[in-house]
């Protein structure tokens, strides 16, 4: 597996560099620790000074990342490159084939939203390739929580595919789970309880239906999956996907949360509203599952 780390030298990159260490790479894996000079729209001496002394302290900050990385059994490349960050992540992620992003979420100190970090937002919104955005969260005791949230789609399939790729540790336990969701969000409270009691009324041929369906949601996503963790569990919730996902990840003080992202119709690569959600408001680490490609 080839996987690439940008790193700006924060403690949020960091963090992601600690999170990769978790995982039980082979020398046939390999690791690009890339940091991206910023270039500048415009070049005056100001401005070239600027860059002389980011240029300094590269080596430094692709070092720093390197070093947290030093147990670990993967081939460790340091890369620098000059340009916009985001975009020279996505260039680079693409010419050199690799399988998977990961990026830590600077964030906003002291707010609770979907601000991550622009240039991370950026790269989860039109990248064609897997990412994984790590969060500074302290990780489960004893054997690493997977939480794997399916609704049946080719994305979901996608991100089911990743997930059986990725190294994890023999005892990595994974729940999947399935949100069927409730269908009200879009109706004004006062037709919602009106078709909620027409509903009710065939209550039990929905639910049967329902859990049928989910079943067999959570036995497809499974099938790939059995032999690479060690343990597997089920759940299904019913309501706001977002709300449920996120719920589950803190009350299961899950280390990952992966999800496919369905993204905006007409807009390639685009997420859509549950997993910029998820991404932005999870309390760890989140994989959004794209086309995994061909290394």
Same mark, same amino acid.
């Given at each position: ?20 260490? +978790? ?32 240029? +300094? ?5 692709? +070092? =720093?990342? =390197? ?11 340091? +890369? ?74 080719? =994305?979901?399939?996608? =991100?089911?595919?990743?997930?059986? #790729? ?23 409270? /006062? ?6 009691? #027409? ?33 597997? *569990?089920?759940?299904? /919730? ?21 999800? *496919? ?6 807009? /390639? ?19 959004? *599952? ?6």
């Amino acid at each position: 597996m080839k996987i690439l780390l940008a790193t700006d030298g924060s403690s949020f990159s960091e963090d992601a560099a600690r999170f990769l260490t +978790r995982f039980d790479f082979s020398p046939h894996d390999e690791i690009i620790v890339m940091h991206v000079v910023t270039s500048v729209p415009y070049d005056d001496d100001y401005q070239a000074q600027i860059k002389h002394f980011i240029r +300094r302290v590269s080596p430094e900050i692709r +070092r =720093t990342a =390197t070093d947290i990385l030093g147990h670990v059994r993967a081939k460790i490349v340091s +890369r620098e490159e000059e340009g916009a960050p985001d975009e020279t992540i996505m260039r680079v992620a693409s010419e050199d084939g690799v399988d998977l992003v990961v990026m830590g979420a600077r964030g906003i100190r002291g707010l609770k939203s979907l601000f991550i970090g622009s240039i991370t937002r950026s790269v989860a919104a039109v990248s064609p390739l897997p990412l994984l955005v790590t969060k500074p969260c302290q990780a489960s005791a004893g054997a690493m929580r997977v939480l794997f949230a399916t609704d049946g789609s080719p =994305t979901a399939e996608d =991100t089911g595919h990743v997930l059986s #790729m990725i190294p994890f540790p023999k005892d990595t336990e994974l729940v999947i789970m399935n949100v069927a969701p409730s269908g009200f969000a879009d109706i004004p409270e /006062k037709y919602a309880i009106e078709v909620q009691e #027409m509903m009710q009324e065939h209550g039990a041929t929905i639910k049967g239906r329902g859990l049928e369906k989910a079943a067999s949601i959570l036995e497809a996503a499974e099938a790939p999956l059995r032999g690479k963790f060690g343990r597997i *569990g089920r759940v299904v /919730k019913s309501g706001d996907p977002a709300v449920e996902i996120l719920g589950a990840a803190e009350s299961g003080h899950v280390d990952l949360v992966a999800v *496919g992202s369905r993204g905006i119709r007409g807009i /390639k690569g685009m997420l859509g509203s549950v997993s910029r959600r998820v991404l932005g408001l999870s309390p760890c680490p989140v994989l959004i *599952g794209k086309k995994f490609p061909a290394s």
